[in-house]
């Protein structure tokens, strides 16, 4: 069992940045792949970023690529999400997600993830 404490949201203006941190217990963190979902009010989840569970690889939403970066610390059991250039668009619930990964292959469907916190609220406004 793991358990997933997001922090680090917040209200920022059009153009600033936050960093979101995500806290996993568990002694088996660098087992897992890590990734950020986010669902904005009357819309559905959707794929932020995710994180091998080496931190090799890393796939971004078009929506985001350039803009955000996703990093983890295994020593730390934590995981990150950097978000620059921010725009009103990015406003949601941000949610990290944890799934056991096997071999090479890196999920980024919701559907794949098992675990999940209870999210931080970005507000972006313009």
């Known amino acids: 069992q793991v358990q997933l404490v997001e922090s680090g949201g917040g209200l920022v203006q059009a153009g600033g940045s936050l960093r979101l941190s995500c806290a996993a217990s568990?002694?088996?963190?660098?087992?897992?792949?890590m990734g950020w979902f986010r669902q904005a009010p009357g819309k559905e989840r959707e794929f932020v970023a995710a994180i091998s569970r080496s931190g090799s690889n890393t796939p971004y939403a078009d929506s985001v690529k350039g803009r955000f970066t996703i990093s983890r610390d295994n020593a730390k059991n934590t995981v990150y999400l950097q978000m620059n250039s921010l725009k009103p668009e990015d406003t949601a619930v941000y949610y990290c997600?944890?799934?056991?990964?096997?071999?090479?292959?890196?999920?980024?469907?919701?559907?794949?993830?098992?675990?999940w916190g209870q999210g931080t609220q970005v507000t972006v406004s313009s």
């Open positions: 568990g002694r088996t963190f660098s087992n897992y792949a």
């Open positions: 997600a944890a799934y056991t990964q096997t071999g090479d292959s890196l999920r980024t469907d919701g559907r794949a993830y098992y675990f």
